[in-house]
């Protein structure tokens, strides 16, 4: 299971920030490699997202259901689906919430994808790198949409998870620029 937590600082009023987060089409057009698809009777929608998982690039096709609750500023996604292969599924769950912050907003994210089939272990083996590097697009094109190009981004808040998060790529980024120091044990 992977698991999403993220905040996102946003130098734009929360009635802006809103506008995006909440429109389908502007989302997947801050998320690289995402397409919308059909939109069905029933308000759901389908999607693809390519994710690449060091040399592996994997397309997964999902149907998608979005509920808002406009006064809360928050909503729900729940998305099922597969890889193009079809050897691996998928469900996945998340909820974000807008809320006003000191010179801007802030949007949390949090939700959980459910993995099954072959490909499941390499997914969830590379996922904090993925989740890390697709967090940081999402980041930057969604303070682009909202508040320009040459807004300040407040410091972010700081979880367990964001520090982890900053430990661990500091580590592997010491791996892959001195690999014969780390088995050496020089490397702190």
């Known amino acids: 299971m992977i698991k999403i937590d993220e905040e996102i600082p946003v130098p734009a009023p929360p009635e802006r920030v809103w506008e995006v987060v909440s429109d389908p089409g502007q989302v997947v057009s801050c998320i690289s490699g995402a397409e919308l698809g059909e939109s069905h009777e029933d308000g759901s929608f389908d999607g693809t997202l ?15 259901s979005l509920d808002l609750e406009e006064p809360e500023r928050e909503g729900r996604l729940s998305a099922r689906g597969r890889d193009g292969q079809g050897a691996t599924r998928f469900s996945a769950h998340a909820t974000f919430r807008v809320t006003e912050d000191a010179g801007g907003s802030w949007v949390r994210v949090t939700g959980e994808v459910s993995l099954a089939g072959k490909l499941a272990s390499l997914i969830e083996a590379g996922a904090g790198a993925v989740v890390s590097r697709m967090t940081k697009e999402f980041s930057d094109e969604l303070v682009r949409r909202c508040a320009g190009s040459t807004a300040v981004v407040p410091a972010p808040r700081r979880t367990v998870w964001s520090r982890l998060r900053a430990w661990w790529q500091r580590i592997v980024h010491k791996r892959q620029d001195n690999p014969s120091e780390v088995r050496s044990g020089k490397a702190q």
């Open 50 to 64: 390519v994710v690449k998982f060091g040399a592996v690039r994997v397309r997964f096709g999902a149907r998608m």
